[in-house]
């Protein structure tokens, strides 16, 4: 009987070798047609050089934004696709009018003006003239550190984290979260890109207005006003804001690529920029490289098994309000039960190897897919993360228990020090790196969408509350008010 059992067992291993290296020598067969096609094909350079240049920023509730989403809806169906649709929904659209800063010695005339730029979600209107104090990085334990005196002030928090090792950041919302919380009336963060480059972004953890004025500094004015603060504070700040709020319609782009099957693979990317740019890097190379995975698809006719689509979400920089608004809908019609994966591509760039975002369920799968990549890309790293994090548009999908994904790659510190930036222009955009993305992540795309099996599976609610929870994202959620089990 023993015998018969380790010949069974010896059997299934052996089939299960056999089975995953057929399905291997089938993804090869296919990658190589992925990198021939895009080598000699891709689009997605030209694209996004047409777009910024043709359509400028895409902010969201803008005219500018709004002719984003047309432009890559023409896009979709000039690859022929002949399911794409607009998803639309409604948002509270915030853009900027005017905003100075100007910091000066308590009860004396000798004023600063410094450069500075709202953060989204401020205040429509704010006028404030009121002491500064310091509260480091932003961080809980700043702020408790400082309670007694935070009231009623206007706090001074950096935007990453400065002189301290093996602390996770804060989100710039998170960190005006914390100032609303402890009393304060305002907040200036200071961006850590050397030099005189802005920041903006949203100050907001719900995309709705907030209840103080949030700007950003540079660092090189960050630190001459904390220089200014040791040796003549107290300082005071005078903030005077005006900016535009209303309820607009905004639209996400949807085009499906039909499988065999009602499993659903979502790939997609953030279409909209903030506007102090072109959004070129955060995210034109994301949401472009998705545009033109979807016109390889259908180039080389590809028939998945599970049902593709291809998404370009709009709102995300104002609170991840697009894909909110997709995943909502998907609950309410019962179609999230047959979402089985979702992949997000958010500033990717030259990718090196997936990220599991904390799903140890998929390393064996994307290390083999990785393999596969290997034999027709020597240089490709297949390196595997598995790390989750927050704050993009895989964000709603994973906290309805979805396993998400994305790829790891990298920018260099020029690029990235124009995060949300004025420099964040065409310029800035590497054509082969980009190429890079599209041929990795159609490949990665393919494996998911024809894979016999999905390890992962999507987690109960229990299930997904444990698996944030060991993640060490409770603490996050609750601040960002995302936190439904408690």
């Known amino acids: 009987m023993r015998k018969i059992l380790l010949a069974t067992l010896t059997g299934g291993l052996l089939?299960?070798?056999?089975?995953?290296?057929?399905?291997?020598?089938?993804?090869?067969?296919?990658f190589n047609r992925i990198n021939t096609e895009v080598k000699q094909n891709s689009k997605a350079y030209q694209t996004l050089s047409d777009a910024t240049r043709?359509?400028?920023?895409?902010?969201t509730g803008s005219p500018q934004g709004m002719q984003a989403e047309e432009?890559?809806?023409k896009l979709l169906k000039s690859y022929g696709f002949s399911d794409v649709r607009f998803q639309p929904f409604e948002v509270e659209s915030w853009s900027r009018d005017t905003v100075t800063l100007s910091i000066v010695p308590k009860s004396s005339d000798n004023f600063r003006d410094i450069p500075v730029v709202a953060l989204a979600h401020s205040p429509v209107s704010a006028d404030l003239k009121l002491e500064i104090v310091d509260v480091g990085n932003g961080l809980e334990e700043n702020f408790e550190a400082v309670k007694e005196k935070v009231k009623g002030k206007i706090v001074l928090s950096n935007i990453g984290l400065v002189g301290v090792t093996g602390k996770k950041n804060?989100?710039?919302s998170e960190k005006t979260a914390l100032a609303i919380k402890y009393g304060a009336a305002g907040i200036i963060m200071v961006?850590?890109?050397?030099?005189?480059?802005l920041l903006t972004g949203t100050?907001?953890?719900?995309?709705?207005?907030?209840?103080?004025p949030a700007v950003c500094i540079s660092s090189d004015s960050g630190r001459e006003l904390r220089s200014w603060l040791e040796d003549e504070g107290p300082l005071e700040a005078h903030v005077n804001m005006r900016n535009f709020s209303r309820p607009i319609k905004a639209r996400n782009v949807v085009a499906t690529l039909k499988g065999k099957s009602n499993e659903k693979i979502i790939i997609g990317g953030h279409l909209d920029s903030w506007d102090l740019a072109t959004g070129a890097i955060d995210n034109g190379i994301g949401s472009f490289s998705v545009l033109d995975i979807a016109r390889t698809f259908k180039a080389l006719k590809i028939k998945p098994e599970r049902t593709i689509q291809f998404v370009m979400f709009m709102g995300e920089e104002q609170g991840l309000l697009g894909s909110k608004h997709m995943v909502k809908e998907l609950v309410r019609t019962g179609e999230i039960n047959n979402v089985h994966y979702m992949m997000n591509l958010d500033m990717t760039n030259d990718p090196k190897g997936a990220n599991g975002f904390g799903r140890a369920d998929m390393e064996a799968f994307f290390t083999n897919v990785g393999n596969s990549i290997k034999k027709i890309d020597p240089s490709f790293g297949n390196s595997y993360v598995s790390r989750a994090g927050l704050h993009s548009d895989h964000q709603p999908f994973?906290?309805?228990?979805?396993?998400?994904?994305g790829l790891s790659g990298s920018l260099t510190p020029s690029v990235l020090q124009c995060y949300h930036a004025d420099c964040d222009n065409f310029e800035l955009v590497n054509k082969e790196q980009l190429e890079n993305t599209v041929r990795i992540a159609s490949m990665y795309l393919y494996a998911l969408s024809n894979a016999r099996t999905l390890p992962a599976r999507r987690l109960s609610s229990e299930q997904n509350r444990d698996f944030l929870t060991t993640q060490g994202l409770k603490e996050e959620l609750i601040l960002g008010q995302d936190w439904r089990w408690e």
Not at 15 to 30: A, N, P, Q, V, Y
Not at 54 to 59: E, N, S, V
Not at 398 to 405: F, K, N, Q, R
Request: net charge positive; glycine share 12%; no cysteine.
């Open 15 to 30: 089939l299960g070798t056999m089975s995953f290296r057929s399905e291997g020598d089938e993804w090869t067969k296919i």
């Open 191 to 197: 961006n850590q890109a050397p030099g005189k480059i």
């Open 398 to 405: 994973m906290l309805e228990g979805v396993p998400v994904a």
């Open 203 to 212: 100050a907001s953890v719900t995309g709705k207005l907030i209840d103080i």
């Open 71 to 73: 432009y890559t809806f």
């Open 54 to 59: 043709q359509i400028g920023h895409r902010l």
């Open 170 to 172: 804060l989100h710039r």
